[in-house]
């Protein structure tokens, strides 16, 4: 059904490639109970989530724990051809998200790369 949440992020960490502060953002992740709820990562470490109705609401009750690709597009990036794809792997323990990363490191080595390659050629 392509369904997913919405994360809302108010976490300094989550920064793209060129520097931009992504608070703000409309991220997404399909890596909980894809309800159209909403996951609120705050500054001071504590996660809030508020379940969107649809899925298991039981499944949305357990603490988030293990790893989630959060993806979201860099607005400051953007262009009228493309918008820039950001996205992180945060690993949570007990709701804490103690691991922030983003991948690919630099978006100039992913997407965004291949896309100015292709107009080149
Ligand atoms: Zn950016």
């Known amino acids: 059904m392509g369904l997913f949440d919405y994360v809302s992020v108010n976490d300094p960490r989550f920064v793209c ?7 703000g953002e409309e991220f997404q992740t399909k890596d909980f109970a894809c309800s159209l709820g909403t996951i609120t990562i705050s500054t001071d470490g504590v996660t809030t ?13 357990r603490p988030l724990n293990g790893s989630a690709n959060v993806y979201a597009g860099c607005s400051q990036c953007a262009s009228d051809k493309w918008r820039a794809w950001v996205e992180f792997v945060v690993t949570f323990e007990d709701d804490k998200p103690i691991r922030v990363e983003r991948c690919p490191p630099d978006a100039r080595d992913g997407k965004i790369a291949k896309r100015t390659t292709e107009e080149e050629g």
Not at 17 to 23: A, I, K, N, T, Y
Not at 49 to 61: E, N, Q, T, V
């Open 17 to 23: 490639s060129e520097g931009h502060d992504l608070r």
């Open 49 to 61: 989530r508020a379940f969107g109705g649809l899925g298991d609401p039981i499944d949305w009750r």
